[in-house]
């Protein structure tokens, strides 16, 4: 019972080029997603988030967008670099419950 | 700026045996958990921890699991007779809100 899902285990980007990553939900109760980048050997790092009473939100290069009538997320890297080439986790919560992260979307960023 | 630590980085055990996976939380965190991921698997929620008790577990968090916040500092997780199943990364996370999670850089339990 997958309640957060990214669809696409892998995505190839060109260095400069806008990398947008998914992300569904099928529980209409999270209120907060976030997204987490997480390199070979190093535990996830918190890249940015979102509450569901936002539609967007801006940080740098990295803009989250939320559609609740849809459920779903996306995380816009623009311009991408090699430096982003890592697996990227959406994941939500429930109030105070614990993360549910999707599978990861491993993000490669080609020179 | 304060990080999650875990020790150690790799764990070997034979299965049945138990093994203490430790985390050195940030220090005015208030909440704290343990997940993992199993090789090319979903990173998965296990426990979180409050005021010296547990506050959430999932189904995996089964009584071969433990966990205890033995001295205001460190947290750790005990699984009392390992299985073949268990092996995976294993990540500490704390944080102050509810939200933001700050993670450790895992230790890897190998159970032969």
Known sequence: ?111 | EPEVTQTPSHQVTQMGQEVILRCVPISNHLYFYWYRQILGQKVEFLVSFYNNEISEKSEIFDDQFSVERPDGSNFTLKIRSTKLEDSAMYFCASNWDRKKLFFGSGTQLSVL
């Open chain 1, 1 to 111: 019972d997958q309640q957060v899902k990214q669809n696409s285990p892998s995505l190839s980007v060109q260095e400069g080029r806008i990398s947008i990553l998914n992300c569904d939900y099928t529980n209409s109760m999270f209120d907060y997603f976030l997204w987490y980048k997480k390199y070979p050997a190093e535990g996830p790092t918190f890249l940015i988030s979102i509450s569901s009473i936002k539609d967007k939100n801006e940080d740098g290069r990295f803009t989250v967008f939320l559609n609740k009538s849809a459920k779903h997320l996306s995380l816009h890297i623009v311009p991408s670099q090699p430096g982003d080439s890592a697996v990227y986790f959406c994941a939500a919560s429930e109030g105070a419950d614990g993360l549910t992260f999707g599978k990861g979307t491993h993000l490669i960023i080609q020179p």
